[in-house]
């Protein structure tokens, strides 16, 4: 019989992808940076690009132990870049959104792993 699946190695996919599609939307910000506002200086450029190689860099250790602080610590400095561009702070604020849902969803995970209530957790009928 095959072993059952591991919801933690799902949710750490789902994380990863959403690093890499945020890396992505933080880079398609850096023409709205350099067209509105002061343009690009080296710290915007700076805060963009060094985010998103982060992020990037970020999705291969989501098995780490210490991989959700990592998230949650680039949501923060996006956050606060609202003080360099207003536009990497409203990238900030969206993906924040998205990352409390996914805290919210690891916090659901682990409950009803603890309860046995996961499907994978069920056990099967023969028929």
């Known amino acids: 019989m095959p072993a059952a699946p591991d919801p933690?190695?799902?949710f750490r996919g789902v994380c990863a992808?959403?690093?890499v599609l945020e890396a992505i939307v933080i880079l398609l910000a850096l023409p709205i940076?350099?067209?509105l506002g002061g343009g690009v200086?080296?710290?915007s450029g700076g805060l963009i690009i060094g985010s998103a190689i982060a992020m990037?860099?970020?999705?291969?250790v989501q098995g780490r132990?210490?991989?959700m602080k990592f998230n949650i610590t680039i949501q923060v400095i996006l956050l606060f870049g609202a003080f360099v561009d207003l536009s990497i702070g409203a990238v900030g604020v969206i993906f924040g959104v998205v990352w409390a849902?996914?805290?919210y969803l690891r916090r659901d995970l682990r409950i009803r792993m603890e309860k046995g209530l996961l499907p994978?957790?069920?056990p099967r009928t023969l028929g």
Do not use: F, H, I, R
């Open 17 to 19: 992808g959403t690093l």
């Open 8 to 10: 933690w190695k799902g």
């Open 56 to 60: 990037v860099l970020g999705a291969g």
């Open 65 to 67: 132990s210490w991989a």
């Open 33 to 35: 940076v350099a067209n």
């Open 101 to 103: 849902y996914l805290l």
């Open 41 to 43: 200086t080296w710290l």
């Open 120 to 122: 994978s957790q069920q």
